[in-house]
């Protein structure tokens, strides 16, 4: 990824997390990305969304991103930032949190 201007996810469906994005976010690549809910919540304002399935708004996002040197630098700033809410502590301790909330007995209210 060191070599890389930027991340493409082109996912067309529903996606939960999407690890990759969150590793190419800590090379400090902006990601153009499918715009779909899951997607949208990880990448945070360090991408370009386009429509999915529509390859001439993924060309126009790609395009945009090449052409914008300052956008390109601002959305890297971004990513690098992004990535950190995601660090493997935090996300394990959330992790943890998580299951032990949906796991706890459930004690019927008299």
């Not at 590793?23 to 990880?42: C, F, N, T």
């Not at 945070?44 to 630098?73: E, I």
Request: cysteine-free; aromatic content about 6%.
């Amino acid at each position: 990824m060191l070599n890389f201007d930027a991340s493409v996810f082109t996912t067309r469906g529903l996606e939960a997390f999407g690890l990759v994005l969150i590793e190419a976010q800590a090379h400090g690549l902006p990601i153009v990305y499918s715009d779909l809910s899951g997607v949208r919540e990880v990448v945070g304002s360090a991408g370009v969304a386009y429509t999915p399935g529509d390859p001439r708004s993924l060309a126009v996002a790609l395009d945009q991103l090449g052409r914008d040197v300052h956008r390109h630098k601002a959305l890297s700033t971004a990513a690098l930032h992004n990535a950190r809410r995601f660090d493997i502590i935090t996300t394990g301790r959330q992790l943890r949190e998580l299951t032990l909330r949906v796991t706890k007995p459930h004690t019927p209210k008299s």
